[in-house]
């Protein structure tokens, strides 16, 4: 049975195609209900061009670019992003990610990785050179202060 192709025109969410978010390399794709909810508080706060880079993943494209196993793209939580902030502080970045309701936040270079995990505090970390990732301690101290607590808590 072959499973159903999209229109890749249909707008899944506010300024967010079929097209943009179904996997590279198949065309398949499903977005959790959460991800598109977090999509629209985020898309209708920050104006301004986004290009999304990756969404959804069959698990023969995301072995193909080196994701986990357990990777939310692979369940339609997940996206990556890339787009100019333009002097807005890290501490503003995490608090609009955070408001819109994204809880695993990953940095690259000029590219974000979102995702809606199901966790209360969002978990933050970097990616280095080879795809290799780190503890984000620096967004995590923007996420700190971003609520009003001191960084050291």
Not at 7 to 35: R, S, V, W
Not at 46 to 63: Q, Y
Not at 80 to 103: H, Y
Request: charged share 25%.
């Amino acid at each position: 049975m072959t499973a159903p192709r999209f229109d890749p025109t249909a707008e899944l969410a506010f300024k967010l195609t079929m097209g943009e978010f179904a996997c590279k390399c198949c065309g398949q794709g499903m977005a959790h209900i959460k991800l598109l909810l977090a999509w629209e508080k985020l898309r209708r706060q920050l104006d301004r061009a986004i290009t999304v880079t990756s969404g959804f993943r069959c698990i023969e494209h995301n072995k193909a670019v080196g994701g986990e196993s357990t990777s939310q793209h692979l369940y339609g939580k997940a996206l990556d992003i890339k787009f100019n902030p333009r002097e807005m502080a890290l501490v503003d970045l995490i608090e609009l990610f955070t408001a819109a309701g994204f809880r695993g936040i990953g940095r690259g270079d000029g590219w974000w990785h979102l995702d809606t995990r199901s966790s209360e505090k969002p978990k933050f970390w970097k990616y280095l050179d080879g795809g290799e990732r780190e503890l984000d301690h620096e967004a995590e101290t923007a996420w700190k202060v971003s609520r009003g607590g001191p960084p050291w808590i």
